[in-house]
């Protein structure tokens, strides 16, 4: 049928995701191929099951269309299956192959979006990224897995591994049932296998391995390059548990005041920090959500920019700032963005562990919600410890002094200014 040929890692793969287990883990770095065999073996099932349906599911709508249905999907079928003639209905995302078998893709980020996929039985669902969906949403959503077809039914996943906290190693390579953590009662349903992009080195850019990934900083190299679970950090103020366990798809109530917290850089240099930009608010009934991680390297003006539009996205009634580091000029950046920003500037007179311990004491209570996955801010806060961070944990900046300013202010919409 094609001319497609597999590298090591691939045929394993493939004997994987075909075997007895019913839930098949692939795991690694960047750019191991794990999304292009899935893609394949998804087809695969379909083609030799007529009327048969699928699903390939990411946390957001628009994630699953520009990566998987509009790139991935379009490759794989051009390698592996030159000859295959599909229709493609871009609206409801759905690709239609000639034995009448589908497949759809979707987002599980709104409940539109959830409902419109989940409202049909299928015999396969591929969660592309699972790190960056809750546990939660992976259980609704295999209760779908129940179409009768030739198939057994099994679900795919695939993701850059985070923490030795997150579902996906407490339920693939620890084999516990992450809510319970009780050891799960088919452990042979389970299969995982590490993909690294050294394994797939046949297929990628030259110097993409040596040059991209071996400049990554030594926690991004563990996770981008070697495709390890990173240890929780012994000494840390958060662990990804904490976060998981109260993790939201959506915010619930009404929020009575939204934050923006800046940890701004002052150059934005190859070697210069990133400026921390992290939404929170605070509903009536005392919870809090972290709304967003708009974090970036950029000049102060492109940074002003970015807090002023995440200031309009979520109707922030107040943008918080630390001036330690460009004084006035920090707030003539987020002036020239916006001449009516609400801003406070604030000074750093304590430790930034010290700072955030009253951040922590929240989460340890389990009033504050992750809307969605925030993975590099959640990857600064479960790593920070001091004397011990590489690099500088700006995301979690941004977000101790959002939640200070919700901490020490009262109730009610109102604008603050310095």
């Given at each position: 049928m094609?001319?497609?040929?597999?590298?090591?890692?691939?045929?394993?793969?493939?004997?994987?995701?075909?075997?007895?287990?019913?839930?098949?883990?692939?795991?690694?770095?960047s750019?191991?191929?794990?999304?292009?065999?899935?893609?394949?073996?998804?087809?695969?099932?379909?083609?030799?099951?007529?009327?048969?349906?699928h699903?390939?599911?990411?946390?957001?709508?628009?994630?699953?269309?520009?990566?998987?249905?509009?790139?991935?999907?379009?490759?794989?079928?051009?390698?592996?299956?030159?000859k295959?003639?599909?229709?493609?209905?871009?609206?409801?995302?759905?690709?239609?192959?000639?034995?009448?078998?589908?497949?759809?893709?979707?987002?599980l980020?709104?409940?539109?979006?959830?409902?419109?996929?989940?409202?049909?039985?299928?015999?396969?669902?591929?969660?592309?990224?699972c790190?960056?969906?809750?546990?939660?949403?992976?259980?609704?959503?295999?209760?779908?897995?129940a179409?009768r077809?030739?198939?057994?039914?099994?679900?795919?996943?695939?993701?850059?591994?985070?923490?030795?906290?997150?579902?996906?190693?407490?339920?693939?390579?620890?084999?516990?049932?992450?809510?319970s953590?009780?050891?799960?009662?088919?452990?042979d349903?389970?299969?995982?296998?590490?993909?690294?992009?050294?394994?797939?080195?046949?297929?990628?850019?030259?110097?993409?391995?040596?040059?991209?990934?071996?400049?990554?900083?030594?926690?991004?190299?563990?996770?981008?390059?070697?495709?390890?679970?990173?240890?929780?950090s012994?000494g840390?103020?958060?662990?990804?548990?904490?976060?998981?366990?109260?993790?939201?798809?959506?915010?619930?109530?009404?929020?009575?005041?939204?934050?923006?917290?800046?940890?701004?850089?002052?150059?934005?240099?190859?070697?210069?920090?990133?400026?921390?930009?992290?939404?929170v608010?605070?509903?009536?009934?005392?919870?809090?959500?972290?709304?967003?991680?708009?974090?970036?390297?950029?000049?102060?003006?492109?940074w002003?920019?970015?807090?002023?539009?995440a200031?309009?996205?979520?109707?922030?009634?107040?943008?918080?700032?630390?001036?330690?580091?460009?004084?006035d000029?920090?707030?003539?950046a987020?002036?020239?963005?916006?001449?009516?920003l609400?801003?406070?500037?604030?000074?750093?007179?304590?430790?930034k562990?010290?700072?955030?311990?009253?951040?922590a004491a929240?989460?340890?209570?389990?009033?504050?919600?992750?809307?969605?996955?925030?993975?590099?801010?959640?990857?600064?806060?479960?790593?920070?410890?001091?004397?011990?961070?590489?690099?500088?944990?700006?995301?979690?900046?941004a977000?101790?002094?959002?939640?200070?300013?919700?901490?020490?202010?009262?109730?009610?919409?109102?604008?603050?200014?310095?």
């Amino acid at each position: 049928m094609n001319n497609f040929k597999k590298t090591d890692d691939q045929r394993r793969a493939l004997a994987m995701l075909g075997g007895p287990a019913r839930n098949v883990l692939l795991y690694g770095g960047s750019r191991s191929g794990k999304t292009f065999i899935t893609v394949y073996a998804l087809i695969y099932r379909a083609l030799h099951a007529p009327a048969s349906r699928h699903a390939i599911l990411r946390f957001r709508g628009n994630s699953v269309r520009q990566s998987v249905l509009n790139d991935t999907f379009h490759k794989v079928v051009k390698v592996c299956f030159p000859k295959l003639k599909f229709k493609l209905n871009r609206t409801d995302m759905l690709v239609e192959l000639p034995n009448r078998a589908e497949i759809w893709f979707g987002g599980l980020d709104t409940p539109e979006r959830s409902e419109k996929i989940l409202g049909r039985e299928f015999a396969t669902i591929y969660f592309n990224e699972c790190s960056e969906i809750s546990y939660d949403s992976v259980l609704l959503a295999q209760t779908r897995l129940a179409q009768r077809t030739a198939l057994r039914n099994k679900s795919f996943f695939d993701c850059n591994p985070s923490g030795t906290g997150h579902w996906t190693y407490l339920l693939f390579v620890r084999k516990v049932d992450p809510a319970s953590r009780r050891a799960v009662s088919a452990p042979d349903g389970y299969a995982c296998m590490r993909m690294n992009p050294s394994g797939n080195s046949a297929n990628l850019p030259k110097g993409y391995i040596e040059e991209t990934l071996a400049g990554l900083s030594i926690r991004q190299r563990r996770r981008f390059l070697d495709g390890e679970f990173a240890a929780e950090s012994e000494g840390a103020l958060w662990t990804r548990n904490e976060i998981d366990l109260h993790r939201t798809d959506s915010v619930t109530e009404d929020l009575e005041r939204v934050v923006i917290g800046v940890d701004p850089a002052v150059t934005a240099g190859s070697a210069s920090d990133l400026t921390g930009i992290v939404a929170v608010g605070r509903g009536a009934s005392g919870h809090y959500y972290v709304l967003a991680d708009r974090s970036l390297s950029a000049t102060p003006l492109q940074w002003a920019a970015a807090v002023s539009a995440a200031c309009s996205e979520f109707f922030a009634d107040c943008v918080v700032g630390e001036c330690n580091q460009g004084g006035d000029l920090i707030e003539m950046a987020l002036r020239g963005a916006d001449a009516a920003l609400p801003f406070k500037k604030v000074t750093a007179t304590r430790g930034k562990f010290v700072r955030a311990e009253p951040v922590a004491a929240l989460y340890e209570r389990g009033i504050v919600h992750h809307v969605g996955n925030l993975i590099k801010l959640e990857e600064q806060m479960c790593s920070f410890v001091p004397g011990r961070f590489d690099g500088s944990p700006d995301r979690m900046d941004a977000l101790v002094w959002a939640f200070t300013e919700l901490l020490n202010s009262g109730g009610g919409n109102r604008w603050i200014t310095a």
